[in-house]
């Protein structure tokens, strides 16, 4: 492939990013705040984000299993018809049934982080494009742009919903600005999606070497089973306390508005990014595995020390520092996943962990509602989701520090 071509499918997979996050980041800080102010109760909008995250889990397995073989390309262009109808379901009914089918069907985040088929297709793209030595570089700064992104969004998501109420605007219809900007998200990236070239596709080579495949996979199986074993583990507890939950969670114990739970989540997806920046040199020095773990403990006691804390300042700067250390096991995960697997397994092995993080979190959102229904449960989730996440790192480190990816042997 000519240089001009690898370097204008990253340019558009960099970019695809960019406004994907942005989207689900603007989206966030006001998703819970609008199902409640329709009406839902919190254990509906629990429910809710949990379907949402199973009918992910069950798009995604179709989509990114079959995408090597059905085609990198189209696989995304779904993917984004997929955001753009979920976006367009929400703005147009109250209904609770059709609420939830949306959520199962289409691709909507209540998180803020990556949902979908995207990651895993854009990744394995990605890995096709460039050199083994520069893949940990290259998803941490795709993990960068993408928190900016996010934190971006989160920020002129919520502010601009308190603007419009200021001056005038009743609050539902402010929120559901917010949901067009979503959905005009979506139709955007099909637009981008559609001027990628045949290069980030599998060749032919790699098609011919494929054996049996269950789930796409074949020489890799096994270690792929592993990881989602654990990643769905880390996922659970992630569940629970996502971040429209924690945006939730800002509002009843400290009764602040939609604007500066934005302005907190900027600055935790800023700091978010550059963690996963430096988590490059880390890995480079330390080794992926060992920079997953290692980073990730410390981050998880901070996560069971922000309930904790008495005051909104203390609160958020502990929610802070552990954005500023939390998401550097994210581009070394991602990247140890796709390294230790056959090229033509790239989107499949991605798409299968992807799913099993999808499943892990699918049941937590429906348990933190019910939490969050309890006064005298609120702070529950934090203290179980730091718990079961340090409980995985152990996990991880006991299973796979000796499996090394090719940079490292």
């Known amino acids: 492939?000519?240089?001009?071509?690898?370097?204008?499918?990253?340019?558009?997979?960099?970019?695809?990013?960019?406004?994907?996050?942005?989207?689900?980041?603007?989206l966030s800080v006001i998703l819970a705040l609008y199902l409640a102010q329709v009406g839902l109760s919190e254990q509906q909008i629990g429910l809710l984000f949990t379907l949402t995250l199973v009918g992910d889990a069950g798009i995604s397995l179709w989509l990114t299993t079959t995408a090597d073989r059905f085609g990198r390309k189209r696989t995304l262009i779904v993917g984004a018809l997929l955001m753009l109808g979920a976006g367009v379901a929400f703005i147009v009914t109250h209904n609770v049934i059709l609420l939830l089918a949306a959520a199962v069907i289409g691709v909507i985040s209540p998180s803020g982080n990556e949902i979908g088929p995207f990651l895993s297709v854009e990744q394995a793209a990605l890995t096709q494009l460039l050199p083994n030595e520069k893949r940990t570089q290259t998803f941490a700064w795709y993990n960068l742009v993408g928190s900016f992104a996010t934190a971006t969004g989160a920020l002129s998501g919520g502010w601009l919903a308190q603007v419009l109420r200021f001056r005038g605007m009743s609050t539902l219809d402010a929120y559901r600005v917010v949901l067009m900007?979503?959905?005009?998200?979506?139709?955007?990236l099909g637009i981008l999606f559609l001027a990628l070239s045949r290069d980030i596709e599998v060749t032919e080579v790699s098609r011919s070497e494929s054996t049996r495949r269950v789930l796409g996979l074949h020489r890799s199986r096994n270690v792929v089973v592993r990881l989602s074993a654990l990643f769905a583990l880390d996922a659970f507890a992630g569940g629970l306390i996502v971040q429209a939950m924690i945006a939730y969670?800002?509002?009843?114990?400290?009764?602040?508005?939609a604007g500066?739970?934005?302005t907190i989540f900027f600055g935790a997806n800023i700091l978010?990014?550059?963690?996963?920046?430096?988590?490059?040199?880390?890995?480079?020095?330390f080794g992926l595995i060992n920079t997953m773990v290692f980073t990730h403990i410390p981050s998880n006691v901070?996560?069971?020390?922000?309930?904790?804390?008495?005051?909104?300042?203390?609160?958020?700067?502990?929610?802070?520092?552990?954005?500023?250390?939390?998401?550097?096991?994210?581009?070394?995960?991602?990247s140890y996943t796709v390294a230790v697997v056959s090229p033509d397994e790239r989107s499949?092995?991605?798409g299968v962990t992807s799913i099993a993080r999808s499943l892990g979190a699918a049941i937590s959102p429906?348990?933190?509602g019910i939490f969050f229904a309890v006064p005298a449960l609120l702070s529950v989730p934090f203290y179980l989701a730091g718990g079961l996440k340090i409980v995985y790192d152990v996990l991880l480190y006991r299973s796979f520090r000796t499996m090394k990816p090719p940079e490292e042997k």
Do not use: E
């Open 1 to 26: 492939m000519c240089s001009r071509s690898m370097n204008r499918n990253v340019f558009i997979l960099f970019s695809t990013r960019i406004i994907r996050l942005y989207c689900y980041g603007f």
């Open 181 to 188: 900007g979503y959905a005009l998200g979506g139709f955007f």
């Open 249 to 257: 969670w800002f509002h009843i114990k400290f009764g602040i508005d």
């Open 260 to 262: 500066i739970i934005g």
């Open 272 to 285: 978010a990014g550059i963690s996963a920046l430096l988590a490059v040199r880390l890995a480079d020095r």
């Open 302 to 334: 901070l996560l069971i020390l922000v309930p904790l804390m008495p005051t909104l300042p203390l609160a958020i700067t502990v929610l802070l520092l552990r954005f500023s250390i939390s998401q550097m096991d994210v581009p070394t995960r991602q």
């Open 348 to 350: 499949a092995a991605s």
């Open 366 to 368: 429906s348990l933190t």
